[in-house]
């Protein structure tokens, strides 16, 4: 089975803080997707990529940024956060095309608190 | 407005009974469905796709679409506790997972 793995999986910051999650992908997906999931809202996309370099822009994108470095490891970076990003977020992967084309492979979570 | 729409928003099942829950699209390209779960602390994961009208099984559980009137149902039969979690509709144009939209879920809890 896919393994996505997260860290750090709790962060506290401050209002105008910066932060960055890391997500790291083993079965060599080509795709990873940020996602939040607040109460309300359900799964946001914030971000994907289809490959190291790549970057495309969800439908939540505002505040964040996105770097993936290799096809394993994509992150996202909060440079000034805002407590409305407050959330609880997951990284994903899903390959692009085999069997199991349209699913998504998530993450544990990382619980992110800005104060 | 919410283009994958799921009913109810709670759902408490006795052990061993049926819990049925409901999707509907309002977007008439989405023609592609996922259901995923979510136990509490965990990420969600996947539980069955259907892109075709009809029934798909899978163990105890049984998703239904109506492609005509975009509603997807999951029918999960003989309840355990551990189907106890939050339940993700999701829909996309072309059954890739970077267009998938997620509905707000439906929280199943089964009592003894």
């Known amino acids: 089975e896919a393994a996505v793995t997260q860290s750090p999986r709790n962060k506290v910051t401050v209002t105008g803080g910066n932060v960055t999650l890391s997500c790291r992908q083993t079965?060599?997906?080509?795709?990873m997707y940020w996602y939040r999931q607040d109460t309300g809202h359900g799964l946001r996309l914030i971000h994907y990529?289809?490959?190291?370099?790549?970057?495309q822009i969800g439908d939540v994108p505002d505040g964040y940024k996105a770097t993936r470095t290799t096809q394993e490891d994509f992150f996202l970076l909060l440079e000034l956060a805002s407590p409305s990003q407050t959330s609880l977020y997951f990284c994903a992967s899903s390959d692009a095309g085999g069997s199991d084309t349209g699913q998504l492979y998530f993450g544990e979570g990382s619980k992110l608190t800005v104060l | 407005q919410q283009k994958v729409q799921q009913s109810p928003e709670s759902l408490s099942v006795p052990e061993g009974g049926m819990a049925s829950l409901n999707c509907t699209s309002s977007d008439r390209n989405f023609q592609y469905f996922w259901w995923y779960r979510q136990h509490s602390g965990e990420g969600p994961k996947a539980l069955m796709s259907i892109f075709s009208d009809g029934d798909k099984k899978e163990g105890r559980f049984t998703a239904h679409l109506n492609k005509a009137s975009l509603h997807v149902s999951l029918h999960i039969r003989d309840s355990q506790p551990s189907d106890s979690a939050l339940y993700f509709c999701a829909a996309s144009e072309h059954g890739y997972a970077q267009g998938l939209t997620f509905g707000l879920g439906t929280r199943v809890s089964v009592f003894p």
């Open positions: 079965n060599s997906h080509n795709y």
């Open positions: 990529s289809y490959g190291a370099g790549n970057l």
